[in-house]
């Protein structure tokens, strides 16, 4: 018996969840919660084998709650149960230690036989999160491969950019012309691809 805890705020989505999970008889719904800080606050005694855990929570987010919990009891799994399928979230997710990442709008069968495939030790997702990991991964492989392109001298300027200067100083403080800065940064944006610097700047220094 695989026993399963949901942290849920939307009572009818958290119903019908437990109705799934209920409806196989090799699962076991033994906890549900309506915030992170209620559920942090019994997760070292509770009783499970699997989380499903919702991303957009009132207080403290899903992400956060998993990122700070999963260290504590490694042998738990979380899996995102939720709307969100941005690359971002996705990303996020699984960085602080979710193993699975489905939709809520899954069909009942594909949300039982993922409970069952991250307690086996899979990683399920959704199809449509896994191609969304896909390009995220190729992105960032893509962001990498450009910023390697880059020389000293416009790592030089990034990180000034990146600290406030304007052009103007930068040009003083480098001892060269405006009009070279100019090109340095036209050469910069069309290494990277971007047309602002705001643009430039998250993609070298991305801020989350």
């Not at 193993?99 to 991250?118: C, F, H, M, V």
Request: aromatic letters at 8%.
């Amino acid at each position: 018996m695989i026993r399963v805890t949901i942290v849920e705020d939307d009572p009818e989505i958290c119903q019908a969840l437990q109705k799934v999970i209920d409806s196989s008889e090799d699962l076991s719904c033994v906890a549900i919660f309506d915030d992170a800080e209620s559920f942090t606050a019994r997760f070292m005694d509770l009783n499970t084998d699997v989380v499903l855990m919702d991303i957009n929570l009132p207080g403290n987010s899903g992400i956060q709650t998993v990122a700070r919990l999963k260290s504590r009891r490694p042998e738990v799994q979380f899996m995102m149960c939720t709307v969100f399928n941005d690359s971002d979230k996705i990303f996020d997710s699984l960085c602080s230690g979710a193993t699975g990442y489905i939709l809520k709008s899954e069909e009942p069968s594909e949300i039982i036989n993922a409970i069952k495939e991250i307690r086996n030790g899979g990683s399920p997702m959704s199809a449509q999160i896994a191609r969304c990991v896909v390009k995220s991964f190729q992105q960032r492989q893509n962001n990498t491969d450009a910023i390697d392109q880059l020389s000293n001298r416009e790592w030089e300027l990034l990180n000034l950019l990146d600290k406030g200067f304007r052009y103007k100083e930068i040009a003083d403080q480098l001892s060269l012309s405006f009009e070279t800065i100019r090109t340095y940064i036209r050469d910069i944006y069309d290494k990277l691809q971007v047309h602002s610097r705001t643009d430039a700047l998250n993609k070298v220094f991305p801020k989350s």
